[in-house]
Nanobody, 125 residues
Framework: QLKLVESGGGLVQPGGSLRLSCVIS????????IGWFRQAPGKEREGVSC???????NYADSVKDRFTISRDNANDTVILRMNNLKPDDTARYYC???????????????????WGRGTLVTVSS
């Protein structure tokens, strides 16, 4: 089983940017598709973005054209760059490996790993 540790969250003003990191260990993770998910207070966890082993990515409609996911295989990291942040992006963000990243973001009910601590993103003026 993979071990994934999220970091990079913080407080940012609307319109600002953050770079989230997901450092992965425990297995040859290069064979896994990786997803980013988020959970806002009082809401269900939702898929944000994912990237497959070939580097193809998918995004939720709410973040498309603002967020970019990438794999840094040399540093065992998956990055989520978030631009033009909005108050609705406020949530705790998690990364996990997923069965597949094809055509759409994954369903948070179907993931390979236990949920970690996540990293908190707060967008507020």
């Amino acid at each position: 089983q993979l071990k994934l540790v999220e970091s990079g969250g913080g407080l940012v003003q609307p319109g600002g940017s953050l770079r989230l990191s997901c450092v992965i260990s425990g297995a040859p993770w290069h064979y896994y598709d990786i997803g980013w998910f988020r959970q806002a207070p009082g809401k269900e966890r939702e898929g944000v973005s994912c990237i497959n082993v070939s580097g193809d990515a998918n995004y939720a409609d709410s973040v498309k054209d603002r967020f970019t996911i990438s794999r840094d295989n040399a540093n065992d990291t998956v990055i989520l760059r978030m631009n033009n942040l909005k108050p609705d992006d406020t949530a705790r963000y998690y990364c996990v490996s997923v069965p597949e990243c094809v055509d759409r973001v994954p369903n948070p009910k179907y993931v390979w790993d236990d949920w970690g601590r996540g990293t908190l993103v707060t967008v507020s003026s």
